[in-house]
Structures are given as structure tokens and as C-alpha cells.
């Protein structure tokens, strides 16, 4: 496996692996890699000829009172994991190579991005749609692989590549969750073994919602309110739950069953976690 962290080298073996007509998968992540990541990475494998992992932990997608400087870092530990799951390159370049000091240039899609995580994290959608455009310039893949469980920013990376003309497939891969329903997420390191637990409650609350749609009721407001009220307790504070259309993200005004997904978005004890679920 190669571990490569300057954009040329990069753009390099990006060429030379294009001319020898393979195809290149990339999976970008923010390292602190779990079992979420490696199933990208597994998708990205059946998908490609050359799996390309990015390791980069992207500040311009945090808010100033964010979490960027504590975002858990283990790169020998990530190295290992993409080695073990057959990832061909690594690129974990550090900041200074993504950002000229004098950058200014940022890609902004201006629709999806204003609901849901964009109301609470105003430039994090910028920041995602500017590093995702410049990893792509650089690693030039044929297809990019990201997770549902950050089903808004799929949504937004394939609105971004229709409408920039972007030659790569997005491909999502479903959520992987850890013996309690929890989603995994690198945030989760976070929390204590009591609150892993207790935040099992998010995707419970998520499956309470479906079963009611599962039941017959269309009506969003009680959807709604079972899962605030089934995910609220001491620990939690909701930031939202809406139902939104399945492929865009954007908020609906009815559920259609098979077509819509519920997505919250919850503050457990100082760690704010997402999750959805398809309805
Ligand atoms: P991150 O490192 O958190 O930026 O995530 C990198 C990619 O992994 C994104 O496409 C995420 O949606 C995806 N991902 C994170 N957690 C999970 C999970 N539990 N299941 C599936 N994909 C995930």
C-alpha cells in the first residue's frame, strides 16, 4: 500500500494508474478509522481497480467553537486498517498542502445545504464541497464512495457533481452500527461506555418513527414528535428531526412511504451525533 501525502505524487499515480486504463475508487474520511469506514472501503474494492483512502482532517468544515483540534488522530492505527482491508494508496496530506495560505477560492452548493446540519453549522457544507472538489481534482477518481450515514452530504456531493459536471460516481453505502444500534461514527470516542449505551436511544427513536409510518401513519408532525420525545432525556437536546425526501435531503411536507427518510440530529452530553433512517 502506498501512503502518499503530497498532491503531486498524488496527481501522479492518479495518471500513471489512469494510463494503464484502471479505475480508480477514492473514500474520503477524516481518519479515526472504524468499521463504517472499512465497509466504504469494501464497497470501493467491488467498485474499482484502485482504491485510493484519504485521510484529511478538514478544517474548513469545522465551526470556530468546533472540534477540529480535538478530532481524534491514530494515522498508524488508520495505515493498518487500510492496509488490512486492501486499499492500493493512502493520501493524508497535511493542511498546508490542501490550503495555499492565500486560498480563496471555495465550491458552495446553495440549496440542500441551507436545511437540516446547515442551519446548525453554517459553513460546514462549504467546507465539505470545497475539500471533496479539491480531492477529486487531485485523485481523479472514476468513482467516490461515501456513507448514508451522512445521507445530507451525499445528497449535496451528487448535487455538486451534476451541476459542476463533475466526471465521478457517488456511490453510498448503507449505515454500519455497533451492537447497541448505535451508528459508529470517529465522534463516538468521545463518549464513555455508559453513554455508548444511552445513545443506542438515537436509533431506537428512529426505528419508533418508522414503525408508525410502517403502521399507516403519513401524518409528520406525530412521526415527528415520537421521535423527538422517544430520543429526548437527560442527557440529549435535540438540534432537529425532519423528514426529508430520501435522495435530496430536503425537507417534505408528506411522507411517502418507500421515498423518505427521517434525520436527526441530536446533542448527547457534548457530542453532537447524526442518524437517519429510511422510511
Ligand atoms: P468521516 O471520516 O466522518 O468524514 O467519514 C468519512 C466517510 O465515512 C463519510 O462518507 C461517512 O458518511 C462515512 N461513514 C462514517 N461513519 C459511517 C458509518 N457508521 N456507516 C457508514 N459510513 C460511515
Partial sequence: MKIITSPKEMKDFAHSAKAEGRKIALVPTMGALHEGHFSLIDRAKELADIVVVSIFVNPTQF?????FDKYPRQLEEDLKGCAD??????????????????ASTFVVEEEISQHLCGKSRPKHFRGVTTVVSILFNIVQPDVA????????????????????????EIVSAPIVRDENGLAISSRNKYLDKLERIGAARIHEALLAGKKLVDGG??????????????????KTRVIYVEVVDRETSLPVNEIVPGKSRISVAVWFGQTRLIDNIEI
Fill in 63 to 67: 465551526g470556530p467553537n468546533e472540534d
Fill in 85 to 102: 482491508h486492501g486499499a492500493d494508496a493512502v493520501f493524508t496530506p497535511s493542511t498546508s498542502d490542501i490550503y495555499l495560505p492565500d
Fill in 217 to 234: 401513519s403519513l401524518n409528520i408532525d406525530r412521526v415527528k414528535a415520537l421521535v423527538i420525545n422517544s430520543v429526548t432525556n437527560a
Fill in 145 to 168: 464512495v461515501f456513507g448514508d450515514k451522512d445521507a445530507q452530504q451525499v445528497a449535496i456531493i451528487k448535487r455538486m457533481v451534476r451541476d459542476l459536471f463533475m466526471d465521478v
